[in-house]
């Protein structure tokens, strides 16, 4: 009898764990979410990433211990023939090489597969999402920090192993001050964490916005998507000023990006991407246009299509 194979896949965030166990079909079969452990070091993490993929293999019908592998997009640096992940900066008391493949391999019982958090969530919208239709394609993850994946005619393109730093890409020479320590790259624009800290120094400066107010109101501790987004539909005028500037970075970049590889499809995800979602990545659209050196043929812009699960199931997909 043909063992129907059915994989599991875990997107490890700063603030959630997203765990999904797919068919061969990719059709999504179960899924689960818990919040990340705030303590508790790599030990902890691992054990709710696997708590995440029982439940959502139950949902599924089938033990965790019968999938076929388990996938697992980590941030921090990922090295995925030694299994560790390091320097994940989000994550509890997690800067030495953790082995979290073995770990989770003895937790689950199935092979465990590390990539990339950014990587896979490309490799998912390239493969199943907003690109399928394309070859090539430049993924910008608009989050906390700005993200970026590429795959040029078919392969994923890195560089000498750290390339596709889209965030990191400059767009105004000596500009603000970005949280990698540089200048003027797009993430110190655009970066939910470097708008964060920008609002904050308005505000001491005596200028008004809601963006707190709101953050409060919904029991958060950071200017989460949800608090920028609110704030944007409250026509608060810090909130439209700082994500106008943010959007006008990321066009810049993404110009730039075309300019240079003339790239035909480029896919808008993370928690500001998705959660802003289209009107925004319209105005993205106009803002990447003024500085296209072949203005009448842009590349294709989309909301990453697989939203938040795009992560999960692109690290089934390290097993296909
Ligand atoms: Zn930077």
């Not at 994500?243 to 730039?256: F, N």
Request: with cysteine.
């Amino acid at each position: 009898m043909a063992k129907r194979q059915i994989t599991g896949g875990i997107d490890l965030g700063g603030t959630k764990i997203q765990a999904v166990v797919m068919d061969k079909g990719h059709e999504p079969l179960g899924e689960a979410r818990r919040p990340t452990p705030t303590d508790g070091g790599p030990e902890a993490v691992a054990e709710a990433m696997a708590g995440a993929i029982a439940e959502a293999a139950e949902q599924a019908g089938v033990n965790s211990s019968a999938l076929a592998g388990v996938g697992v997009g980590s941030p921090g640096t990922v090295d995925a023939d030694a299994g560790t992940v390091a320097s994940a900066s989000n994550l509890p008391d997690w800067s030495e090489a953790y082995p979290l493949a073995s770990r989770l391999q003895k937790l689950l019982g199935p092979e465990v597969r590390l990539g990339n958090d950014v990587q896979v969530a490309v490799d998912a919208e390239f493969e199943l999402g907003a690109a399928k239709e394309h070859d090539s394609l430049l993924g910008v993850f608009w989050g906390t920090g700005v993200g970026g994946g590429l795959i040029l005619s078919g392969q994923p393109w890195l560089g000498r192993g750290s390339g596709a730093e889209f965030g990191h890409m400059v767009v105004n020479n000596g500009g603000a001050r970005c949280p990698c320590g540089r200048r003027g790259c797009v993430e110190a624009y655009a970066g939910r964490g470097a708008m964060e800290a920008r609002a904050k120094k308005l505000v001491e400066k005596g200028d008004k916005t809601k963006l707190f107010k709101i953050m409060k109101e919904k029991g958060r501790q950071r200017l989460q998507s949800g608090v920028w987004a609110e704030a944007l539909e409250k026509e608060d005028e810090m909130a439209i000023e700082l994500i106008d500037r943010a959007v006008d970075a990321l066009g810049a970049g993404i110009a730039s990006a075309v300019n240079l590889l003339d790239i035909g499809a480029v896919v808008i995800g993370g928690g500001l991407g998705t959660r802003l979602g289209e009107p925004y990545v319209g105005k993205i659209r106009e803002a990447i246009e003024p500085h296209l050196f072949v203005a009448d043929d842009p590349p294709e812009v989309s909301v990453a299509a697989l939203g938040d699960l795009g992560g999960a199931i692109g690290a089934t997909l390290l097993f296909s």
